[in-house]
């Protein structure tokens, strides 16, 4: 595997894995006991924490991409095995 494919595969599973734990550990106003000033939405998070989330989704990513590429170079799980409905039926062209 070429260093750029690391790069953009270990990129999409960053993004998302920043998806998948954003929302862990938000609170909005009315959990929190806060006040919603006017013009904010109410379900906007009191305690956004940017570098919290970007952490988590590179523990995670990394996680990922280590099974990710273990697969890779083991083959433990193949195109064969996630082929549940068989063979596609051959067509007769006439040719």
């Known amino acids: 595997m070429q260093w750029f494919s690391i790069v953009a595969i270990y990129g999409l599973f960053w993004v998302l ?5 954003m929302p862990f550990g938000l609170r909005p106003p009315h ?12 379900s906007a998070p009191v ?20 099974l990710y ?9 193949t195109l064969d095995n ?3 409905f068989g063979d596609p039926p051959v067509k007769d062209l006439g040719y």
């Open 69 to 77: 590429y273990e697969n890779y170079v083991n083959g433990w799980i």
């Open 31 to 42: 959990e929190a006991g806060e006040t919603v000033e006017q013009g904010h939405a109410d």
């Open 17 to 21: 894995s920043a998806f998948l734990v």
């Open 47 to 66: 305690n956004f924490r940017p570098g919290k989330i970007a952490l988590r989704a590179t523990v995670l990513a990394a996680v990922i991409f280590v």
């Open 82 to 84: 996630l082929n549940f």
